[in-house]
């Protein structure tokens, strides 16, 4: 079974440039939830689709970051303007529903992000 | 603000000796409960997950649930060097604590 894909795995770009990170979750999982973790700390959500409809973007900066996840599939994530306190690595991982026992989620390796 | 408290550590062991990490939180509503290990430059990667109050043992891990006092607990028993990383308590709607890193000295 493939696992959750992500690219580009690494993207340096400069303040106030816009960037995409891509996610293609495990086959068949109708949650997707992107995660931004910077560097000594946990995991943080930023947000969390089920299908394609989002059930919470608490956590996510509208003003700069969004996501979309069409047909209920393979998702984008994009930052635009970038600030240099967006370093970071930005996880994306899938699970097959949103509540216990279905809710394990499986883990992309990830994109680490770099703003100069 | 739904809270999720590790010790951050690090926490060293002798290799051969029980590992123990805990973790609080704060939303008495949670109904799932997990552990992941992630190594250095690594994404997360799923030890245990837990859902009732007690023991759950797989190998040489137990996790330990105690909904009423809300914290979870990552026993490591025969602690061997490979288990070296940063373990993370996650809870019911996939808050992340800030991990506890973990060294296993040979």
Aim: hydrophobic share 35%; glycine share 8%; aromatic share 10%.
């Amino acid at each position: 079974e493939a696992g959750v894909a992500q690219s580009p795995r690494y993207k340096i770009i400069e303040k106030r440039q816009s960037v995409a990170f891509w996610c293609n979750p495990i086959s068949g999982h109708a949650t997707l939830y992107w995660y931004q973790q910077i560097l000594g700390q946990g995991p943080k959500l930023l947000i969390q689709f089920q299908n394609n409809g989002v059930v919470d973007d608490s956590q996510l900066p509208k003003d700069r970051f969004s996501a979309e996840r069409l047909k209920g599939v393979d998702s984008t994530l994009k930052i635009q303007p970038a600030k240099l306190e967006d370093s970071a690595v930005y996880l994306c991982a899938s699970s097959l529903a949103r509540g216990p026992p279905l809710n394990i989620q499986y883990f992309g390796a990830g994109t680490r992000l770099s703003v100069l | 603000q739904k809270e999720v408290e590790q010790n951050s550590g690090p926490l060293s062991v002798p290799e051969g000796a029980i590992a123990s990490l805990n973790c609080t939180y704060s939303d008495r509503g949670s109904q799932s409960f997990f552990w992941y290990r992630q190594y250095s430059g690594k994404s997360p990667e799923l030890i245990m997950f837990i859902y009732s109050n007690g023991d759950k043992e797989d190998g040489r891990f137990t996790a330990q649930l105690n909904k009423a006092s809300q914290y979870v607990s990552l026993l490591i028993r025969d602690s061997q060097p490979s288990d070296s990383a940063t373990y993370l308590c996650a809870v019911g709607d996939m808050r992340f604590g800030a991990g506890t890193r973990l060294t296993v000295k040979p």
